[in-house]
């Protein structure tokens, strides 16, 4: 049986366009995502549109995706990592 530690996605590798990879948590992580959908917000991809608040979008895209293509050239990806054996 595989070890549930295997399955916890609280630290996450993030990159993003012109700046040093960053090791982020949960928390860090949805308050990147929150900050950058709120200057995104009328180039929202159309699965983010249907949400109301920045929580709700950040949220989501944390649950289902890994990557935001914000513009042409720009970008935010974000992995979850496991730090210990």
């Known amino acids: 049986m595989p070890d ?3 399955y916890d996605e609280d ?3 993030v990159l993003e ?3 040093p990879e960053q090791f982020m948590n949960v928390t860090e992580l ?3 995502l929150k900050s950058v959908l709120s200057e ?8 983010l549109q249907r949400f109301n608040t920045l929580e ?3 949220q989501y895209l944390l649950n289902t995706g890994c990557d935001l293509n914000l513009s042409p050239g720009q970008y935010l990806q974000w992995y979850a990592v ?3 054996k």
């Open 4 to 6: 549930a530690m295997m």
């Open 11 to 13: 630290t996450f590798l």
């Open 17 to 19: 366009t012109h700046e």
């Open 30 to 32: 949805l308050e990147k």
């Open 40 to 47: 995104h917000q009328d180039n929202l991809p159309q699965d």
């Open 56 to 58: 709700t979008q950040a």
């Open 82 to 84: 496991r730090l210990e």
